[in-house]
């Protein structure tokens, strides 16, 4: 047996202690950001050693109502005080049955019934299942680039090699289909992406399925792809596709959900009811819970024993998501839509200003700045090479210099996301923007 290094008993006073704890004892994982956390509140994390950051990135868009949010805990503390599990599929309770009826009444269209996970990637899989037994159908289709989580289930419906290497093969029956990303459209050459790229969906179904479509799944927003927002008309377009073929349509908006576009859901930024939606992230602020929704027809194709999750619908965190519901809808979307809109103008001039800035894009608090090389062509000649040094780079000046913690992402690796809780300040946005031009001047 290894040798004990440290007292677990004693409290961690150093950045490295906890980091030499990772090395020694988690797997090895991505851990790019280098912000150990001790504790967090608002928008502002507090390391080992006292130093603030700005969380502009809200622990990969989830804790959509703040830090320590103060109606949420008393919430997760009184549930906690009642009972913490007696799992929710043999023991019916109040929070499950309240979050369930309240979710009813939020999400768009005739959404009505829910089943309750743990995370994302469940509730993606869990959505795939319900959609293969409500059409009898087994195919389905994604988005190039997008993202669903890590499961092999999700990862086959990921649309990136990077997630997978190593881990192939994963669920049979999955193709792909062009994402919306007018910037590097393969099909339009960028500038007049609309509803038409939507057309490609045919194409894929006509050669690269056998035509038992289940279900097309979709990120109203892709987020993991570098904030993607589709042009107007291309969700619609899909679904009726879908539609055509016997499919459902799946939202995921385990990213987009819960007020992070300036709409409780980012459906509703467009004219369509999905099928299917699915949520986690900031759902419950952060505590572990996911979902998936459908109307009741559709919901009804589940039979008993059709699916389970010993601890999906946790009380406690059901009760946080209660509460996390009233606070977004106390005032704290309209402040992501507010905020988000600002933000948008302000992006739009370093897009015009700085020639490395090659694309800002996005919806209420979730927007994306694409940093290229201006001086080479990128990948599909449609749009500059993309710079993800220059992301990184940025990143860690931003991080080093202004305690500030900003996401990169994108499929080529270099879109700062800008996802920071729903209720950042103006003075706080400001900043962060500020530090980003800064970084911008500096390292570029
Ligand atoms: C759109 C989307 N779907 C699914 C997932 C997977 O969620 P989880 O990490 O909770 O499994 C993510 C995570 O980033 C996501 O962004």
New binding site residues.
């Given amino acids: 047996m290894a040798e004990q290094q440290t007292d677990p008993s004693v409290g961690r006073e150093s950045n490295a202690a906890v980091l030499s704890a990772y090395d020694d004892h988690m797997m090895p994982i991505w851990k790019s950001l280098d912000v150990p956390v001790k504790r967090a509140s608002g928008c502002t994390l507090e390391d080992f050693e006292g130093n603030e950051y700005l969380d502009v990135f809200s622990g990969?868009?989830v804790v959509n109502v703040g830090h320590g949010n103060d109606a949420v805990v008393d919430a997760a503390k009184d549930q906690l005080d009642e009972f913490v599990h007696g799992c929710s599929y043999v023991h019916p309770n109040e929070p499950v049955a309240d979050l369930a009826e309240r979710i009813a009444e939020v999400t768009p269209g005739d959404l009505q019934k829910s089943f309750f996970c743990?995370?994302?990637?469940?509730?993606?899989e869990g959505a795939v299942k319900l959609a293969r037994k409500y059409t009898g159908s087994k195919e389905v289709i994604a988005l190039e680039m997008?993202?669903?989580?890590?499961?092999l289930g999700?990862l086959a419906l990921t649309g990136n090699k990077a997630y997978k290497k190593g881990m192939a093969p994963t669920l049979n029956d999955v193709a792909h289909t062009a994402p919306p990303y007018g910037y590097r459209c393969p099909r339009c050459d960028g500038d007049q992406c609309d509803a038409d790229c939507a057309e490609e969906l045919e194409r894929i179904i006509g050669s690269h399925t056998s035509g038992d479509l289940a279900a097309v799944v979709v990120?109203p927003v892709?987020?993991?792809a570098g904030i993607i927002v589709p042009p107007a008309g291309w969700l619609e377009r899909v679904q009726e596709i879908a539609h055509d073929h016997g499919a459902l349509l799946i939202a995921?908006?385990?990213?987009?959900g819960y007020g992070r576009t300036g709409e409780l859901f980012a459906s509703s930024h467009f004219d369509v009811e999905p099928d299917i939606l699915?949520q986690?992230?900031g759902i419950a602020n952060g505590l572990?819970l996911?979902a998936f929704t459908a109307s009741a027809e559709v919901a009804d194709a589940f039979e008993s024993g059709d699916h389970l999750s010993t601890f999906g619908g946790n009380p406690v965190a059901c009760a946080a998501a209660l509460a996390t519901i009233d606070e977004l809808q106390d005032g704290i979307v309209d402040n992501a839509s507010q905020q988000g809109a600002w933000l948008e103008s302000e992006l739009q001039t370093l897009e015009d200003e700085y020639d490395v800035v090659g694309q800002t894009r996005g919806l209420g608090l979730m927007h994306g700045v694409e940093l290229v090389d201006p001086s080479e062509t990128g990948p599909q000649n449609v749009a500059p090479k993309p710079d993800k040094d220059l992301a990184s780079a940025v990143s860690e000046y931003l991080r080093e210099e202004s305690n500030v913690v900003m996401g990169v992402g994108g499929y080529y690796k270099n879109v700062m996301r800008f996802q920071p809780p729903l209720t950042i300040s103006r003075d706080q946005l400001e900043r962060a923007v500020d530090e980003l031009e800064a970084a911008l001047e500096t390292v570029a």
Avoid at 119 to 124: D, I, K, N, P
Avoid at 146 to 151: A, E, K, Q
Avoid at 252 to 256: A, F, G, I
């Fill in positions: 990969i868009s743990n995370s994302g990637t469940e509730a993606v997008g993202f669903h989580g890590r499961t999700s990120e892709m987020g993991e995921d908006e385990v990213q987009t699915t986690a992230k572990p996911g």
